[in-house]
């Protein structure tokens, strides 16, 4: 298994461009199978994600052709089989987001259940229960989410969570659907947004997404389409807090500063000079040692749970004392532990972190669980002590496109051992 050495310590200095989102192109790729004529898709990010999807869709029978580097052709009508194995759903919970377009284009979905998840519980219940109220007829059978159905007829569906590739689910569900699907209590994450997008240039009728109601009216058919995935708003974080973190000076470009307000708010407190443009943003921490900043996730517009461990690697080394909370997934503490093997002072009390800021870390070797805990080992060896081994690391090409030579590029000591 490759690994990461980083010897912490050099203020990181330059530019970098920002990739398409991981959680955009992922659905997006999915509800290519509602068209009924190829669909191209822009901006996709080279991520292990990204190619767990595509041998999904490829299991299926479905054509998918990589045209040139970022652009990706798919041809759902040589689908031969709707099921999504355990052996590769269980390697991307993502992969749930075919079953709403499986069921409502071809009227079947054999689908594993994710199990469990290095982030918590993660249960599927809210998809499985408005696929039932559209019609579905689903049965929990061997492990896997069986569901049929004629066509999907629309209706009111309340989520009692806000959940992201749930509402992705069923808003792919409802455009093939009779009549119109109210989508109450939706989530209203950018990526949403840009999955309804998506869907709309391939005919489908959706009003509402990036609010909490999304209402959506049930076409025949939708057809094939050429789009563009939108940058990824965690990638382009998680640079800024690199930059944040080594008192450094980085400006990513190709990005969407409108998507990053919680974000921006929170490095600006930190003590950050920021400019922004319409699609860069630039950071300014030079000589500065960044100040604690308490955070607490929330669904969007809130602060992004997936930019929690990398808050938490900035206050590990800031001036003062932290409260880091997350309300979105239990047990997503887990890069705390390895951040105190780096020297980080951190107590944890039920779902908060109290972070007390240490004038320096030193290097250790280090393991990740996760993608996002994987990126907050990786800021977190941006300034220790020495040369930082992160383990592992499968987990960061899940979510980040090139990590160390995005990171090289703004003069990190990052090199990857291959394993
Ligand atoms: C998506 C993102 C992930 C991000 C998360 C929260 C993708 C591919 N992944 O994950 O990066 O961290 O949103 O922003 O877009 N829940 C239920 N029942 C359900 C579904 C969810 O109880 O049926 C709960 C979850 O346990 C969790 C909360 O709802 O506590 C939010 O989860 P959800 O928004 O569904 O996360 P994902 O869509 O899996």
């Known amino acids: 298994m490759d690994k990461l050495h980083i010897r912490g310590g050099t203020p990181l200095e330059g530019e970098v461009r920002i990739s398409g989102a991981k959680n955009a192109a992922l659905p997006i790729l999915a509800a290519t199978l509602l068209a009924d004529s190829p669909a191209s898709v822009g901006n996709v990010p080279h991520l292990r994600d990204v190619t767990t999807m595509i041998e999904l869709l490829g299991r299926m029978g479905v054509s998918v052709t990589v045209t040139d580097k970022m652009r990706i052709e798919v041809d759902a009508s ?20 075919v079953l709403g377009p499986l069921l409502a284009r ?29 019609g579905a007829d689903i049965h929990i059978e061997n492990g896997y989410i069986r569901a049929r159905a004629d066509r999907l007829v629309g209706t009111r569906l309340v989520l009692d969570t ?13 455009t093939l659907a009779e009549g119109e699907t109210v989508i109450e209590n939706a989530a209203r994450e950018p990526e949403v947004v840009d999955l309804a997008n998506f869907l709309i240039s391939m005919g489908a ?5 990036g609010t909490d109601r999304i209402v959506v009216e049930g076409v025949k058919k939708l057809h094939g389409t050429s789009y563009d995935v939108l940058p990824d708003r965690i990638e382009s974080g998680t640079y800024l807090v690199a930059g944040a973190i080594t008192s450094g000076h980085v400006r990513i470009k190709g990005t969407r500063p409108d998507h990053l307000d919680a974000v921006l708010v929170k490095l600006r407190d930190a003590g950050a000079t920021l ?59 887990m890069h705390m532990l390895e951040m ?19 004038e320096k870390l030193t290097a250790a070797p280090v393991m990740a669980t996760d993608l996002r805990a994987s ?14 081994e992160v383990l592992r690391i499968y987990h960061i090409d899940r979510g980040y496109e090139c990590i160390e030579e995005k990171l090289a590029q703004l003069g990190a000591h990052i090199k990857r051992i291959p394993g």
């Open 78 to 97: 040589t689908i031969r089989e709707c099921i999504a194995p355990y052996e590769l759903v269980r390697t991307m919970r993502a992969s749930i987001v």
């Open 340 to 358: 105190r093997r780096l020297g980080a002072d951190i107590r944890i009390e039920g779902n908060t972190a109290i972070i007390h800021g240490v």
């Open 275 to 333: 400019g922004i443009g319409p699609n860069w943003i630039e950071l300014d921490m030079r000589n500065r040692r960044p100040r604690a900043v308490d955070i607490r996730t929330a669904p969007y517009p809130g602060f992004p749970t997936d930019m929690q461990a990398q808050f938490a690697a900035l206050n590990t080394i800031a001036e003062g004392t932290a409260a880091v909370t997350e309300t979105v997934f239990e047990n997503r503490f």
């Open 205 to 209: 009728k959706i009003h509402g997404a």
């Open 375 to 388: 990126a907050s080992l990786v800021l977190a060896g941006l300034v220790a002590e020495g040369t930082t």
């Open 106 to 134: 071809f009227g079947k979905a054999d689908v594993s259940l994710p199990g469990g998840c290095a982030i918590g519980a993660r249960p599927v219940n809210l998809h499985v229960d408005g696929l039932r109220a559209l």
């Open 162 to 174: 806000v959940t992201v590739t749930g509402t992705e689910n069923l808003m792919m569900a409802a």
